[in-house]
């Protein structure tokens, strides 16, 4: 099942809404199931960099099918490091990344960047919970 553009925008003004909460600037992306982008925003004051870090950690959350704050436990492991090498970088694990999951299926992700992991995964989950 394809996520709307409209639902992933909507992600995207959640995400933006509670990192203003939270005082900082990110930005923040839906992916497809195959880590390709439906939908994408940066905060005026968000770093540019913020485009590639949020597009590699929603990739790695579609990808893996679980949020990528719980691969930062393996990101030391030899086979976890092979990974990221033969993805050119694109696997990124630590928090800001949860799949969206559709009956039981997963459907893509949303992914934030800009802030702390923390506040990055609180940004996320604001986000995944406005997707209905």
Not at 21 to 30: E, G, K, P, S, Y
Request: proline share 4%.
């Amino acid at each position: 099942m394809a996520i709307p553009g409209e639902k992933a925008i909507q992600m995207v003004r959640s995400a933006h809404t509670q990192a203003a909460q939270l005082d900082i600037a990110v930005t923040a992306v839906v992916v497809d199931q195959s880590g390709r982008m439906i939908a994408l925003g940066r905060m005026d004051k968000a770093r540019p960099i913020t485009v590639e870090i949020a597009l590699n950690k929603a990739y790695t959350a579609a990808s893996f099918q679980q949020p990528t704050k719980e691969l930062a436990g393996v990101a030391a492991q030899t086979w976890f490091q092979s990974l990221v090498v033969s993805s050119n970088g694109r696997i990124m694990p630590g928090g800001g990344a949860v799949p969206i999951v559709e009956g039981g299926n997963v459907v893509g992700a949303v992914a934030v960047a800009g802030g702390t992991d923390d506040q990055d995964q609180k940004c996320a989950e604001v986000a995944l919970a406005s997707y209905s």
